[in-house]
């Protein structure tokens, strides 16, 4: 397992923690206090690392990542979790890995290294 995938599964394992906890529980936001951006920025990143970790899949990791975050609120959906699953959420989850992969594939396109190449040579 490469320090990429390390990463994606972290983060992923911290979305499954928090989204884990009690509504009652869950850390007051740091940046928005809106939940549907807080979903957006969450699965901005889970879409950029799994990017990262597996470049030649995007689609799969798209595809992965949407179904993460509706695995995500089918979980939150069970009684003995004590929170509520919204369709909203999912949405968000879902534009948030959109965002992810245009990110991603603006990088690859103009910042990434391997991609660019010297003019007049």
Do not use: K, N
């Not at 850390?27 to 957006?40: E, G, I, K, M, Y």
């Not at 990542?65 to 609120?73: D, L």
């Amino acid at each position: 397992m490469t320090r990429a995938h390390t990463l994606a599964l972290g983060w992923c394992a911290v979305i499954a923690v928090l989204a884990s906890l009690p509504g009652d529980r869950v850390p007051a936001p740091l940046l928005w206090s809106t939940d549907s951006a807080r979903h957006v920025l969450a699965f901005a990143v889970v879409s950029v690392l799994w990017l990262r970790a597996e470049p030649g899949r995007p689609a799969l990791v798209t595809a992965g990542a949407v179904a993460f975050g509706i695995a995500v609120e089918l979980w939150q959906a069970l009684p003995f979790i004590g929170r509520t699953a919204t369709a909203v959420d999912a949405i968000a989850d879902a534009i948030g890995v959109a965002l992810g992969l245009g990110a991603w594939m603006l990088w690859r396109r103009f910042g990434a290294p391997h991609t660019r190449t010297r003019r007049g040579t």
